[in-house]
């Protein structure tokens, strides 16, 4: 043998087997850990995006609620303007003739209504009459 190389027994090496073999089995056990805790945050990341995506979705249907809302809000503002500007008219009584025409034909709608429902009205007191 070489006279540089320190002589190792069979003893020795059947320790240095056992200690690396510890090693390694800690080494493994340790990886396994890993592994789960890879598993568990790419199940909770996945979560994460699906609610990430819902509550995406629910936003953009508000922002669309929203701007109904808002043009609800525009249209029925215009209409109060308008109508406070007719009413400022007939105050002023310069309502214009197509103002007065629109009167005109709404009351006798109305008064067509009124008629229709009267005739009904006569009409079912005749057949408990009879």
């Known amino acids: 043998m070489d006279n540089n190389k ?3 027994s069979r003893e020795d090496l059947l320790k240095l087997q056992g200690v690396l073999s510890t090693y ?4 493994h056990t340790k990886v396994k850990v890993l592994i789960d805790k890879f598993a568990q945050t790419t199940g909770e990341n996945d979560r994460l995006k699906e609610s990430i995506k819902e509550l ?3 936003i953009t249907d508000l922002k669309l609620q929203m701007n109904k809302v808002n043009s609800d809000s525009v249209f029925k503002d215009r209409e109060i303007s308008e109508l406070k500007t007719m009413l400022i008219n007939t105050e002023n009584n310069k309502t214009s003739v197509k103002d007065k025409e629109f009167v005109k034909s709404r009351l006798k709608e109305l008064i067509s209504r009124i008629d229709v429902h009267l005739e009904q009205y006569e009409g079912q007191a ?3 009459e009879d």
């Open 24 to 27: 390694l089995d800690n080494l």
């Open 126 to 128: 005749q057949e408990t």
């Open 6 to 8: 320190p002589e190792i």
């Open 56 to 58: 995406t979705n629910k």
